[in-house]
């Protein structure tokens, strides 16, 4: 018997992950990629000797020890590189001159913590004490082990069972987001540091799962980069049969009697299959290639309603100078703000990629800056060339003067500049708003299920992290599977998972 086909619109991670899975359970896939190359926002480009990454900042998941690593096996994850996080990142507060290393020592960042901020004595105990307890646990893949619409009353209490010793960190006020557990902190530079350590809108018990990862040394970086990552996937799903066109847009999703038979690619080609999977920008499917036609109000409210990731511009600069004593990241609440399109940005993220010596030539190093900005600045400046480049020039001016007074003589070493706006990161993967990560993480987000089928289409599911309340690696991983899980489940077939 001939196999089913499947038709994967996005070779981002999602996508990649989706076809890994579909090719396990015997479909025949096919991934359609805009880009040359697979991986999305997993994106690692090329400026002379040097290597940009352009992406992923830190992953876990990809050692033994956490349930978690089992996905990674199955994607083929395991087998890219991995530096293990020993410092979650630096904050530097330039206005106190204080400076706070979150460390995976968590004695050690606990006695930093109550040296520095006295008065939050009892604030400090409790958020390292919720870390303490959470790092004894296992809770890398709560809540993602099958997509929620399989789940039943049986399901949920095993989960929460298996679960039971973490379950007490994620109920009543410990869902409450970073920015109101704040609110009774005494010290700016201790409140700063916890509003900034990911995003103010995600719970604090985020915060704690985050450091809890690092203090169990399960929270690194890769060494080669986010395509190599991607590059990673791309091989499994090349291993197990799959076939992947790159350089291939697709236009719209091909409808008959309501249910989904086919693509359309740029070249006005049609191509059939039993299945469509969609793992790029939600939005653009729904509203642009489905027409608006298979929505209801819960799906429209999300996209009026819900924010999209707040996008940054991210500067990247080769040069010609070591960094040996710099952690991988480190946080400046600045007192001398760099002024970004219409806004003064006080805060200043750097990375420093000095812990693999495959971004730059021996001796150097690629340091970027990343600076939150708003998507609306650059979509219209955009619509002028010439002032889009001359904004971008200017920007990367300021940067190199703000860089020099913390990092002298670095303005004489720059051998590379390169400014990737969020303009950039959408031409590059049409993902709404420049959104690095879909939508805003927040407490409400994370207590809510985005179904992965439109109503009223039959063959077509979502996956990649419009489908999922957060983005990001992990998540979008699972989507891939869990999509597969659904299909599986709609065809009265076993899932089946492969390790390798
Ligand atoms: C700078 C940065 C840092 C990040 N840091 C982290 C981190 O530290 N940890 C973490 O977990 N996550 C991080 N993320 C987020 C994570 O990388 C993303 O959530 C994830 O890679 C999204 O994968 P995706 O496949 O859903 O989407 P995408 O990567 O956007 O993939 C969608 C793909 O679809 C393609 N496409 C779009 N439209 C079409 C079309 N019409 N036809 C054909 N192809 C199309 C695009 O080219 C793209 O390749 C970061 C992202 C960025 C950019």
């Known amino acids: 018997m001939s196999k089913k086909k499947i038709i994967v619109i996005g070779g981002g991670l999602g996508g990649l992950s989706t076809g890994i899975y579909a090719q396990m359970n015997?479909?025949?896939?096919?991934?359609?990629?805009?880009?040359?190359?697979?991986?999305?926002?997993?994106?690692?480009?090329?400026?002379?000797?040097?290597?940009?990454?352009?992406?992923?900042?830190?992953?876990?998941?990809?050692?033994?020890?956490?349930?978690l690593y089992n996905v990674f096996k199955e994607v083929g994850a395991h087998k890219a590189e991995y530096v293990d996080i020993e410092i979650y990142a630096r904050y530097i507060d330039e206005k106190s001159e204080r400076v706070v290393d979150i460390s995976s020592d968590l004695g050690l960042f606990q006695s930093d913590l109550l040296s520095l901020f006295p008065e939050d004595k009892k604030k400090i105990r409790h958020f390292i004490k919720a870390i303490r307890g959470l790092s004894k646990t296992d809770i890398s893949e709560f809540g993602f082990k099958e997509p929620m619409e399989l789940m039943n009353t049986i399901d949920w209490?095993?989960?929460?069972?298996?679960?039971?010793?973490a379950l007490k960190y994620f109920v009543g006020k410990s869902m409450q987001p970073v920015k109101d557990y704040v609110k009774?902190?005494?010290?700016?530079?201790?409140?700063?540091?916890?509003?900034?350590?990911?995003?103010?809108s995600v719970p604090i018990a985020f915060l704690w799962m985050i450091l809890s990862f690092v203090s169990q040394k399960q929270m690194g970086v890769l060494k080669r980069g986010s395509l190599d990552f991607?590059?990673?996937?791309?091989?499994?799903?090349l291993a197990l049969g799959g076939k992947i066109l790159y350089n291939s847009?697709?236009?719209?999703?091909?409808?008959?009697e309501n249910k989904a038979v086919g693509i359309r690619t740029e070249d006005g080609e049609e191509h059939n299959s039993d299945f469509v999977i969609s793992a790029n920008d939600g939005r653009t499917v729904i509203y642009e290639m489905l027409e608006g036609a298979y929505t209801n109000d819960k799906i429209d409210r999300r996209y009026k309603e819900w924010k999209t990731v707040v996008p940054f511009v991210c500067l990247s600069f080769g040069v010609d100078m070591e960094f040996k004593d710099e952690v991988w990241m480190t946080f400046f609440k600045t007192t001398d703000p760099i002024q970004v399109g219409d806004i003064e940005k006080e805060h200043v993220i750097i990375r420093f990629f000095n812990y693999s010596p495959y971004f730059a030539p021996d001796g150097k190093t690629v340091?970027?800056?990343?600076?939150?900005?708003?998507?609306?600045?650059?979509?219209?400046?955009?619509?002028?060339?010439?002032?889009?480049?001359?904004?971008?020039?200017?920007?990367?001016?300021?940067?190199?003067e703000w860089l020099e007074k913390r990092y002298p003589g670095i303005k004489d070493k720059i051998e590379v500049v390169d400014v990737a706006t969020p303009y950039t990161f959408w031409r590059y993967t049409l993902n709404e708003k420049g959104s690095y990560m879909g939508f805003l993480p927040s407490s409400d987000t994370f207590t809510s299920n985005i179904e992965k089928r439109l109503p009223g289409l039959e063959g077509f599911y979502m996956?990649?992290?419009?489908?999922?309340?957060?983005?990001?690696?992990?998540?979008?991983?699972?989507?891939?599977?869990?999509?597969?899980?659904?299909?599986?489940?709609?065809?009265?077939?076993?899932?089946i998972m492969q390790a390798n």
């Open 367 to 400: 340091i970027q800056v990343d600076l939150e900005t708003n998507w609306e600045y650059w979509f219209t400046l955009r619509k002028d060339k010439q002032k889009y480049d001359r904004a971008k020039k200017d920007l990367a001016e300021r940067t190199i």
């Open 249 to 256: 847009k697709v236009s719209s999703i091909l409808v008959e």
């Open 184 to 200: 009774n902190i005494h010290d700016p530079m201790f409140k700063e540091l916890l509003l900034y350590m990911f995003l103010p």
């Open 463 to 495: 996956a990649g992290q419009w489908s999922m309340t957060t983005g990001g690696v992990q998540s979008v991983i699972y989507s891939g599977k869990h999509v597969i899980q659904l299909l599986c489940n709609d065809e009265s077939k076993e899932f």
């Open 26 to 67: 015997g479909y025949e896939t096919t991934i359609y990629e805009k880009n040359p190359v697979p991986g999305g926002l997993a994106a690692c480009w090329k400026r002379k000797d040097y290597l940009i990454d352009g992406g992923i900042h830190f992953l876990t998941g990809y050692k033994p020890g956490l349930s």
């Open 230 to 237: 991607a590059k990673k996937l791309e091989e499994r799903f």
């Open 157 to 165: 209490i095993k989960e929460f069972w298996q679960n039971r010793k």
